[in-house]
């Protein structure tokens, strides 16, 4: 089990979703999924307890000949990088299956299993160690996402489901080809490691990058390719909002990362400018749309707009503040942003809107809820001592290490967002109480948010517990980025 730890915690998942389909009880597909989602947590706890923090290198690397004649490898690894994902992955998993207990009465067994695939092809792509990998876990995850949002969503789920598959086909297809280019240019090889020490022609690099480019731009989702967010959080059950908020978004995100940072650095560093204004562009503009929002589900879905362009903000500021803020705040907005949705599903559930104007004064019939809503609204606002404070600030450092106005565009993203979450609050909690006879949370809905709660306390308070593992692979990401540009005399 040592020995293929990864690959135990990649496929357990699947090996799960293949158990439900051996029994027709709805109560045995949930309690399997549950099992298995824990057991799948549990295995990923050691890799923290044995991770070498000062290691840039990927651990715990499992590798076996895939396909002999193209030379292509199965091969899984973690770096500093990857390893906070996997357990996100993991935990929001639990949740899911949690929060759709009583919600999900309708084909069980398919809903559960979908769940379960989408768990395995998320942990997949971020153990990914050759491209080749992360194609195959980055397609599989669109299969079970696009059948939670059309067989399970709401009343325009079809629409929504067919409008997410084409948007993250289009960018798809040019990954492919983007994929075969780079299988040519390095000799037969899609390894990562490989790759990295290719040495690619300036202009094709370009081309390259545009190609990858298009299909993480979807992903985040980035201004202006992110109108299919929208639809399909409006439309997709609470757990497939939140995988889609805590950690589809960030595979797009975590593919410039891994793939156009230090496999096409010059690319990426020609590119600069035009990736930071588009950065800019949707954290004013998704806070200004968010602003005008009538949808709950939908408010949020836009706030993710505005949230994930605050990481590609750091990501391309090409600083270890940026870098590491990125990151932090990637997993910071699965944490709030999944916990958000969390909450709105609790509240549906209830009355059956998602309309503000029919809410009010929640704090006289759910307290205890109230409580948790206004933790992850002020987290959502970047308060101190809370998860989001620090990634916002090493975000900020590094853009006005690069520009003073990227700074300022920043802050003003920042304010913009305070606004938009506690008018969220205000007029869902405070007032006058439009719903007197609803109960509070349960004992599975409290135990649902607690994690994350804890997480967003954990991290705002003791920030280390998540940048301690990146700082190393940040400056190694780094130093091939400035190789590059002193190659390119940028």
Not at 201 to 215: C, D, K, M, R
Not at 357 to 375: D, M
Not at 404 to 412: C, D, K
Not at 433 to 457: C, F, G, I, S
């Amino acid at each position: 089990m040592m020995d293929h730890m990864l690959s135990s915690i990649i496929f357990l998942p699947m090996a799960g979703a293949a158990a439900i389909m051996l029994f027709p009880s709805a109560r045995a597909a949930r309690w399997i999924a549950l099992l298995t989602t824990v057991a799948t947590f549990v295995l990923s706890l050691p890799l923290f307890f044995l991770f070498d923090k000062q290691m840039a290198q990927l651990q715990f690397t499992e590798q076996a000949l895939w396909i002999p004649s193209w030379n292509i490898a199965y091969s899984v690894g973690v770096d500093g990088i990857s390893l906070p994902f996997i357990f996100l992955a993991a935990l929001l998993s639990i949740l899911c299956v949690a929060v759709s207990w009583r919600a999900v009465e309708t084909r069980t067994r398919a809903f559960y299993g979908a769940l379960l695939v989408s768990e395995t092809a998320m942990i997949g792509l971020f153990a990914a160690a050759n491209l080749l990998l992360f194609y195959v876990f980055w397609e599989l995850i669109l299969v079970p996402i696009f059948l939670l949002i059309g067989v399970w969503g709401s009343t325009e789920r079809v629409y929504a489901a067919v409008k997410f598959l084409l948007f993250t086909l289009a960018g798809s297809v040019l990954m492919l080809l983007g994929m075969i280019a780079l299988y040519n240019l390095g000799g037969g090889t899609l390894e990562f490691d490989a790759l990295s020490r290719t040495m690619i022609e300036p202009t094709l690099q370009y081309w390259l990058f545009g190609a990858f480019t298009a299909a993480f731009a979807v992903k985040v989702p980035m201004f202006p390719l992110h109108t299919w967010l929208p639809d399909a959080h409006t439309e997709a059950p609470t757990a497939g909002s939140v995988i889609l908020a805590g950690i589809l978004l960030k595979m797009g995100a975590y593919g410039f990362l891994r793939v156009c940072l230090p496999v096409l650095p010059g690319a990426s560093l020609y590119f600069l400018k035009p990736m930071l204004a588009l950065s800019v562009a949707a954290i004013i503009w998704g806070a200004c749309v968010t602003l005008t929002q009538t949808d709950v589900k939908r408010l949020i879905a836009y706030s993710s707009v505005s949230h994930m362009g605050f990481v590609t903000l750091g990501i391309f500021s090409f600083t270890a503040s940026g870098l590491e803020g990125a990151i932090l705040q990637m997993i910071n907005h699965g944490i709030i942003t999944g916990a958000l949705f969390l909450c709105v599903g609790m509240l549906y559930e209830r009355t059956h809107t998602r309309d503000i104007a029919r809410y009010g004064g929640l704090f006289k019939a759910l307290p205890v809820y109230t409580v948790f809503l206004a933790l992850f609204s002020l987290a959502a606002t970047g308060f101190p001592g809370l998860n989001s404070f620090v990634g916002e600030f090493l975000i900020l450092n590094g853009a006005f290490t690069m520009r003073t106005w990227l700074g300022l565009s920043g802050v003003l993203g920042v304010a913009l967002g305070t606004m938009y979450m506690v008018w969220l609050f205000y007029r869902l909690a405070l007032g006058d109480n439009r719903h007197p006879n609803l109960k509070d949370l349960d004992w599975r809905e409290m135990a649902t948010l607690a994690p994350l709660a804890a997480l967003a306390l954990v991290i705002g308070l003791y920030p280390d517990s998540v940048l301690g593992f990146l700082r190393v692979s940040v400056e190694h990401l780094l130093m091939q980025l400035n190789g590059a540009g002193l190659r390119a005399g940028l």
